[in-house]
């Protein structure tokens, strides 16, 4: 059974850091496009960034760019989102999801969220001072 945990949430001061985490069990990473996603209070969820296993491409939207990052993926079952400089309008639910594949393919990882297969339970950021 394919479970997604995210881990690494918390409090943090504006501009300060945090590494989220996104353990996935149940099958082996490898051709898998992998996105972060959050949702604010009263917010809709929205793309934050993602990464397609096969090439190691990534993308972020441009509230993120410069300053969310997906380290490089070491065949491992963990994918990492690295938040530096957050801001207060960066407080959300982030969850990470899966969007399957099963052979290598060069496609753009995309950031809506119908495209996305499995779903992990959420980890809460808070910035604040």
């Known amino acids: 059974q394919l479970q997604l945990v995210e881990s690494g949430g918390g409090l943090v001061q504006p501009g300060g850091s945090l590494r989220l985490s996104c353990a996935v069990s149940?099958?082996?990473?490898?051709?898998?496009?992998i996105g972060w996603f959050r949702q604010a209070p009263g917010k809709e969820r929205e793309g934050v960034s993602c990464?397609?296993?096969?090439?190691?491409?990534?993308y972020s939207t441009d509230s993120v760019k410069g300053r969310f990052t997906i380290p490089k993926h070491n065949a491992e079952n963990t994918v990492y989102l690295q938040m530096n400089s957050l801001k207060p309008e960066d407080t959300a639910v982030y969850y990470c999801?899966?969007?399957?594949?099963?052979?290598?393919?060069?496609?753009?990882?995309?950031?809506?969220?119908?495209?996305?297969?499995?779903w992990g339970q959420g980890t809460q950021v808070t910035v604040s001072s």
């Open positions: 149940g099958i082996t990473l490898r051709y898998d496009i």
């Open positions: 990464i397609n296993l096969s090439d190691s491409s990534t």
């Open positions: 999801a899966v969007y399957r594949w099963r052979t290598y393919h060069s496609s753009a990882c995309p950031m809506g969220g119908e495209f996305y297969d499995y």
